[in-house]
């Protein structure tokens, strides 16, 4: 019995493959890249933000959005986005925009043993005492 459903699906497997069978093109030149081009950036998405929170543009720069509240005054964001560019470089939008630091410092690592493979154990219901858990 077993033997005939493996023969079925085989002959199955048979008729669908071909169906996919496609002819290939011809094969092209190949493209050469000019690699003194930087690749086109994606254009920035903002999100929509809660209320009591804008975006500001330090050096009106559409690429490096901040968010700051919208309670502060037109000098006070000033004032602000005076100070975000003076230190600049100081902030980053990932692990290589940070320069002198380490990118061991920034990972969260779990060290595990090689002789103790990894296993999923189910979570405990905790009760309360009461006939209903926690």
């Given at each position: ?5 493996l ?8 008729e669908?493959y071909?169906?996919?069978?496609q002819?290939?093109e011809?094969?092209?030149d ?8 930087e690749p086109?950036?994606?254009?920035v998405?903002?999100?929509p933000?809660p ?7 330090p050096?009106?720069?559409i690429e ?7 309670k ?8 602000l ?7 600049r470089?100081a902030?980053g ?6 320069k002198g ?9 779990i060290p ?5 493979p990894p296993?999923m154990?189910?979570?405990r219901?905790?009760d309360?005492?009461?006939?209903r858990?926690c």
């Open positions: 019995m077993t033997a005939s459903l023969e079925a699906s085989n002959k199955d497997l048979e669908d071909q169906d996919f069978i002819d290939e011809e094969p092209r190949p493209f050469c890249l000019d690699e003194t081009q086109p950036k994606l254009p998405v903002l999100k933000l209320s009591g929170l804008k975006y500001a543009f050096n009106n720069d490096s959005p901040v968010i700051i509240s919208d502060l005054s037109e000098d006070e964001t000033l004032w986005l005076t100070i975000l560019e003076k230190h470089s902030f939008y990932s692990l290589e925009d940070l630091i380490s990118p061991n410092l920034c990972t969260h690592r595990i043993h090689p002789a103790y296993s154990e189910p979570q219901r905790l309360n005492g009461d006939g858990s």
